[in-house]
């Protein structure tokens, strides 16, 4: 999935692209570029990952860093069910 999503976004002309495999390492990512010239445009997560979901990550980045004005997108292939 993150394969297909990196073609499609440098397709659409977003030429600086940094993948993670875990939710660990994309907090990790933010950490490390907090506050860089590498500077963090927005970040495209899953909502289900193996050492987490989507919403964990996006608590711990909100909590830690308090970047409130960053994007956060987030994606599933699973199906979201939902009662009547």
């Known amino acids: 999935m993150r394969v297909l999503l990196g073609h499609d976004l440098t397709r659409l002309g977003i030429t600086k692209i940094i993948f993670a495999k875990s939710g660990n390492e994309a907090f990790g990512i933010v950490q490390k570029n907090r506050g860089t010239s ?43 069910v939902t009662g009547k």
């Open 38 to 80: 590498e500077q963090i445009d927005f970040i495209l997560t899953d909502m289900m990952m193996a050492d987490g979901t989507g919403i964990e990550l996006t608590q711990k980045i909100r909590r830690t860093f308090i970047l409130d004005d960053l994007p956060i997108v987030m994606i599933t292939a699973k199906p979201i």
